[in-house]
């Protein structure tokens, strides 16, 4: 089960089992004004693993434990 990352609705998805990250099919606008389709992946499944989050052109640097804490509330213990 996921969870949309909150500020990220529609972009990234963070698993119940609080151990992975992925991003979600869309369209996208590139450099050129042109329409491409994004295929969703599967980002992270380690908890310290750096995963990139972009939103109308703003980048921001997370780990997963960082997104899962953002997302349901909860640290993962060490």
């Known amino acids: ?12 998805e963070a698993s119940r089992e609080l151990t992975a990250v992925r991003s979600l099919d869309r369209i996208i606008v590139d450099k050129n004004g042109q ?13 310290y693993d750096r995963v990139i989050l972009s939103r109308n052109g703003v980048q921001k640097i997370c780990t ?9 509330g909860v640290q993962i213990p060490a």
């Open 1 to 12: 089960m996921w969870m949309a990352v909150p500020g990220y609705e529609g972009h990234y």
């Open 35 to 47: 329409y491409r389709k994004l295929r969703g992946r599967f980002m992270a499944g380690n908890r």
């Open 64 to 72: 997963v434990d960082e997104i899962i804490e953002m997302t349901f």
